[in-house]
């Protein structure tokens, strides 16, 4: 856990993840908030202020006496605003130190696939 961050907010970010990547798929049932309490050690009005928030965002929703599961359209929001948020953060200050240094769109394009085509993936060191 980041001590930097309110805990709520990664326990939501957590369950997203997983919403992310695949291991919590569409109508699946989501962790409960005393699971989540006991495998963070958190108190459970935490994680439930973690879920309340996916619940607000359309991420979660409840079914009565069952427990929490995940939106049909979970994956496509949270992708949305995921990506949203990464060109906020990453490729408007690209695009703005770009034209700083008067790099043209397809300079800027051809050192980006140089450098994706050098970075090793995920368990392939160079």
Do not use: C, H, W
């Amino acid at each position: 856990m980041d001590e930097g961050r309110a805990l709520f907010l990664q326990i939501a970010e957590s369950v997203e993840d997983s919403i992310i990547d695949g291991s919590l798929a569409p109508e699946s049932r989501a962790p409960s908030t005393n699971e989540l309490a006991a495998f963070y050690r958190i108190n459970p009005a935490t994680a439930a202020k973690g879920i309340a928030l996916l619940v607000d965002k359309g991420v979660l929703y409840k079914r009565r006496g069952i427990g929490m599961f995940v939106a049909p359209d979970a994956y496509d929001l949270l992708l949305g605003e995921r990506r949203a948020r990464f060109a906020t953060g990453y490729i408007d200050p690209l695009l703005a130190e770009a034209r700083r240094l008067s790099l043209s769109g397809d300079e800027l394009a051809d050192l980006i696939r140089a450098r994706a085509a050098d970075t090793p993936t995920e368990g392939n060191t160079p």
